[in-house]
């Protein structure tokens, strides 16, 4: 729950490698901020910190148009030591971030890459070859079961341009690479679930990923609503 494997690229001057990194997020009743621990400690870059606050766009957008976001998050990249800069892990981050609110668990066999729009639509970014290289050669280390692979946006597909390693491994069915648009299929791929879609009231259904994610917050709603009714001061 709220762990994810998202990817970024080391850049050595004549040679770049792509590394998987540890993203983790956390979720409770609050007054709808997400917290980037990055950018808290001044180890988050500009970009990162106005990707992180995408997320809360979004999640106010899609889960909370009629009644306040209630929640406290908060999202870091493990063991890093140090700037985290750029916005391709914010895919990544919003998946981890659905995972720690709904309670639904992600595979841990796969990697994810993508920046995000306000709109959930997963938007291209640079060095997709090295990060996809760079997980399988861990992933190969420690032996293919079939069941690792990487999810990248569809915008990347044309840039595709792999080592005969990788493209022989993709073909024989033991590492997978999965193009997708929108956070949805993204979340649909790392749990086995479906996404779900909204009535004409905007209720998700209720076995559903975003119905699982509207649930958990109308209950931090409720619960805040009781606990001000009972005349407890609502902060941080």
Same mark, same amino acid.
């Given at each position: 729950?709220? &762990?994810?494997?998202? =990817?970024?690229?080391?850049? @050595? ?6 590394? %998987? ?5 956390? !979720?409770? @009743? ?7 621990? &990055?950018?808290?400690?001044? &180890?988050?870059? %500009? +970009? ?19 009644? %306040?976001?209630?929640?406290? #998050?908060? =999202? ?17 981050? @919003?998946?981890?971030? =659905? ?5 639904? %668990?992600?595979?841990?066999?796969? #990697? ?5 729009? $306000? ?21 190969? #280390?420690?032996? =293919? ?26 073909? $024989?069915?033991?590492?997978? +690479?999965? !193009? ?8 649909? @791929? ?12 905007? +209720? ?9 994610? $509207? ?9 805040? &609503? ?11």
């Amino acid at each position: 729950l709220g &762990q994810i494997n998202g =990817l970024s690229v080391i850049d @050595l001057g004549d040679y770049a490698f792509g590394t %998987p990194t540890r993203i983790s997020a956390t !979720a409770r @009743l609050g007054n709808g901020e997400v917290v980037d621990i &990055q950018r808290e400690i001044d &180890q988050g870059g %500009p +970009i990162h910190a106005k990707g992180v606050l995408i997320l809360s766009s979004y999640l106010g957008r899609r889960y909370a148009r009629f009644q %306040p976001l209630c929640l406290s #998050a908060s =999202l870091v990249f493990e063991q890093t030591y140090g700037m985290v800069e750029g916005d391709s892990a914010s895919v990544a981050e @919003l998946c981890a971030l =659905l995972s720690a609110i709904g309670d639904v %668990p992600l595979r841990q066999s796969v #990697a994810v890459t993508g920046s995000v729009n $306000q709109h959930g639509e997963v938007q291209a970014i640079g060095g997709v070859n090295e990060k996809i290289e760079g997980f399988f050669d861990i992933c190969n #280390a420690r032996g =293919l079961t079939g069941d690792e692979g990487v999810i990248i946006p569809a915008a990347n597909r044309k840039h595709l341009m792999l080592r005969p390693d990788v493209v022989t491994a993709a073909e $024989q069915g033991r590492f997978h +690479i999965w !193009a997708v648009s929108h956070v949805d299929q993204a979340m649909e @791929l790392l749990t086995g679930q479906h996404a779900g879609l909204p009535d004409q009231e905007g +209720i998700y259904p209720t076995d559903s990923i975003n119905g699982q994610v $509207q649930q958990r917050l109308a209950e931090f709603f409720a619960v805040r &609503q009781h606990l001000i009714g009972q005349g407890h001061q609502m902060d941080d």
